[in-house]
């Protein structure tokens, strides 16, 4: 890119026509002081604060940052240093469903506000045991639900699989917060770890290699049920905040206890079943090469998945999407202690 704004011109090897035409217009003619300068700021030790030195005039990041997306707050807060990360708008591919009132608000703090004239929107309480569908009038505050929606185009209540908080109301719209999709991500045996169960352990985890300068840059699993007990592998993409060389980032000790963290964050059944009933084997931990999830990404695109609305899975359920990560594996690690048991449930 550097020598292409150097010298004016655009490498040989981008054959793609409307790409030519489309980046030329922008590349304009030679400017070698422009190409310094990004070489000048991209060989740096660290890119840190990486985003506000290359585009002076940004204001604000925005991005998707709610359920699964969350873990790459740390990432986007290394590169872009204290500008505002903004959710503006909470949709899918079958509607638009709602917007930020407070575009500036802390990411764990965004709620959506509804709104009514975009699609029908009718609720199940959840986690309440009573399955009766409620109307976006009738939802109170502080309940959990599960969104469905009826739209212009002919889907008819169809469950849309998130979850949802109901955290107040502006004027009589309600508002509301992302709290994690419907299904189970992980069972090996009776548990039932969810996606928000997933994520908050990743995120205690991430706190305790953040302490060593290491980030945690994406991450998947898979229940590994082909030995008895069955146990929870992860897979673990990881960046130094420094130095890139995984190699070196790498800590026995460290990931030993991120495995140990990752267990203390999960449910009191998990628990139970891993320490006092040896129905769970230990945590696993498996640290791949980098780039091995853009890898996957590829594969799932290859497969047809689309670009623009592609999310890692949490879960690799497809024998060929593992051995995209299998084969770029680096190192193993395993929790070696049990978590701790509710008394309640001895």
Not at 9 to 30: A, E, H, M
């Amino acid at each position: 890119m550097c020598s292409n704004i150097r010298s004016g011109q655009l490498s040989d090897w981008i054959t793609n026509l409307s790409c030519r035409d489309s980046v030329s217009k922008v590349l304009g003619g030679p400017n070698p002081q422009l190409a310094v300068t990004i070489e000048d700021i991209c060989n740096q030790k660290s890119w840190k604060c990486i985003i506000p030195q290359l585009w002076p005039r940004t204001k604000f990041i925005e991005c998707i940052f709610t359920g699964q997306m969350a873990q790459h707050i740390p990432l986007l807060e290394f590169y872009g240093n204290d500008l505002p990360l903004v959710s503006r708008n909470y949709m899918s591919s079958e509607a638009f469903f709602g917007v930020n009132l407070n575009p500036l608000c802390k990411p764990q703090d965004v709620s959506y506000t509804f709104m009514p004239n975009m699609s029908y929107f009718e609720f199940i309480p959840v986690g309440e045991g009573d399955d009766t569908i409620v109307d976006l009038v009738n939802v109170k505050l502080g309940r959990y639900y599960e969104l469905i929606v009826t739209n212009y185009a002919g889907l008819h209540r169809y469950r849309v699989g998130d979850v949802l908080q109901v955290t107040g109301f502006y004027n009589s719209a309600p508002q509301f917060k992302f709290i994690r999709r419907q299904n189970v991500v992980l069972s090996v045996y009776l548990e039932a770890t969810t996606e928000e169960d997933l994520l908050n352990a990743m995120t205690n985890a991430a706190q305790l290699l953040k302490s060593s300068d290491i980030m945690l840059k994406d991450f998947t699993c898979y229940p590994h049920i082909s030995t008895v007990p069955g146990h929870y592998v992860l897979y673990w993409e990881l960046k130094g905040n420094i130095n890139d060389d995984i190699n070196e980032l790498i800590e026995t000790n460290v990931l030993m206890e991120c495995c140990s963290v990752v267990e203390e964050s999960l449910d009191a059944l998990y628990r139970k079943f891993r320490s006092k009933d040896e129905s769970i084997g230990a945590l696993e931990i498996r640290v791949v090469q980098q780039g091995t999830f853009d890898s996957l990404m590829e594969y799932f695109i290859a497969q047809g998945a689309s670009l623009g609305q592609y999310k890692t899975p949490r879960c690799i359920k497809s024998s060929k999407a593992l051995e995209v990560l299998e084969n770029r594996v680096m190192a193993r690690f395993f929790s070696d202690k049990l978590p701790h048991v509710d008394t309640t449930l001895c």
